[in-house]
Nanobody, 126 residues
C-alpha cells in the first residue's frame, strides 16, 4: 500500500513557476514509476509527466515539454514536478500517481497507476 500526498500548488501569474511535491509513504516507493496528471474543470484527467522507478527515464506530454521537469528522490520518498513558464491553460488540479510500470511509455494511460493522491490546485492567472 502506498499513500501519496501532493503539495506546492497555488496561484501564480502567467510566466511564473511552481514546484509540486508528492510525498509517498511505504518502503516500496523506489519500486514504483511515478506520474503526474491534471484535470481541469469539465475535462478528463490528462497525462502530464512520468518517471521510471530509477529516475533514468522520463516522459512528457507535448504541451509541457521544455517547461516542466519531473524528478524523484527515492531517499526522501518524494517526486517533484517543476513547472516553469506557466500558462493559463495549465490551470487544473494536479495529481500524482504510483504504478508498477515496466516502462514509462505506457504512463499516459491513468489506468496503469495503482495509487493516487488527493490532488493540489494550480491556478495560473493571465
Amino acid at each position: 500500500q502506498v499513500q501519496l500526498v501532493e503539495s506546492g500548488g497555488g496561484l501564480v501569474q502567467a510566466g511564473g513557476s511552481l514546484r509540486l511535491s508528492c510525498a509517498a509513504s511505504g518502503r516500496t516507493f523506489s519500486s514504483y514509476a511515478m506520474g503526474w496528471f491534471r484535470q481541469a474543470p469539465g475535462k478528463e484527467r490528462e497525462f502530464v509527466a512520468a518517471i521510471s522507478w530509477s529516475g533514468g527515464s522520463t516522459l512528457y506530454e507535448d504541451s509541457v515539454k521544455g517547461r516542466f521537469s519531473i524528478s524523484r528522490d527515492n531517499a526522501k520518498n518524494t517526486v517533484y514536478l517543476q513547472m516553469n513558464s506557466l500558462k493559463p491553460e495549465d490551470t487544473a488540479v494536479y495529481y500524482c500517481a504510483a504504478g508498477a510500470l515496466r516502462t514509462v511509455a505506457v504512463a499516459i494511460d491513468p489506468s496503469r497507476f495503482d495509487y493516487w493522491g488527493q490532488g493540489t490546485q494550480v491556478t495560473v492567472s493571465s
